[in-house]
């Protein structure tokens, strides 16, 4: 069964430092996601992507956020200049049709120092 | 706006007893999703159940049933005969029709003893 990855599965970084978390979404869907939670906390929207732009995006995806399709495979989440508040799970996810539901990746554990 | 509330932070139960987890969702929108999602101490996401807003059929697989009323803005989840693997946080989640975001409970954590 076809499954959203994500890598790597843990980051550690410096603050400040400009990081680049990977997905390769379900190879026949074409809306893309990203959300983040909070240990402890719910999980977040923060970004959706669809026709190689972004659709929608939450006011946690201030300047210091972007995100690329480099080919026809990856999805990635860059953040410029991390800070500690970044630390969290990022969670990727795809579907394949509007309305469709969402399929998550196994996360990628982020934890800035 | 759209809201889930999940009131239940925690639960514990002993192996084989049922559990309801409880789910309130508000929204405008007469067209909407329902999820639940499961996230084990692994902490992947793992999707559950989608329910759509103008099918209130309930739904049961296994040991797992969903009771989804309109009326009471609810869709609660129990699982019958509760098992160790079933520990983990449960995530309510609700869509707005189009390409749109998850807006996800504050979660709630199943803890069951064997």
């Known amino acids: 069964e076809p499954e959203v990855t994500q890598t790597p599965s843990h980051q550690v970084t410096q603050m400040g430092q400009e990081v680049i978390l990977r997905c390769v979404p379900i190879?026949?869907?074409?809306?893309f996601y990203w959300y983040r939670q909070i240990l402890g906390q719910k999980v977040e929207f923060l970004v959706s992507?669809?026709?190689?732009?972004?659709?929608?995006k939450s006011e946690i995806f201030d300047d210091q956020f972007s995100v690329e399709r480099p080919d026809g495979s990856n999805f990635t989440l860059k953040i410029r200049s991390t800070k500690l508040e970044d630390s969290a799970m990022y969670f990727c996810a795809s579907s394949r049709r509007l309305s469709d539901t969402q399929y998550f990746g196994p996360g990628t554990r982020l934890t800035v120092l | 706006a759209q809201k889930v509330t999940q009131a239940q932070t925690e639960i514990s139960v002993v192996e084989k007893e049922d559990v309801t987890l409880d789910c309130v969702y508000e929204?405008?929108?007469?067209?909407?999703?329902l999820f639940w999602y499961k996230q084990p101490p692994s902490g992947e996401l793992v999707f559950l159940i989608r329910?759509?807003?103008?099918?209130?059929q309930n739904e049961i697989s296994g040991r797992y049933s969903w009771n989804f009323q309109k009326s009471t803005s609810s869709f609660n989840f129990t699982i019958t005969a509760s098992q160790v693997v079933d520990s983990a946080v449960y995530f309510c989640?609700?869509?707005?029709?189009?390409?749109?975001?998850?807006?996800f409970g504050k979660g709630t954590r199943l803890s069951v003893i064997a």
């Open positions: 329910r759509n807003s103008f099918d209130e």
């Open positions: 190879s026949n869907h074409l809306y």
């Open positions: 929204t405008r929108d007469t067209t909407y999703y």
């Open positions: 992507f669809y026709n190689n732009e972004i659709s929608e």
């Open positions: 989640a609700l869509r707005r029709s189009g390409n749109t975001p998850l807006v």
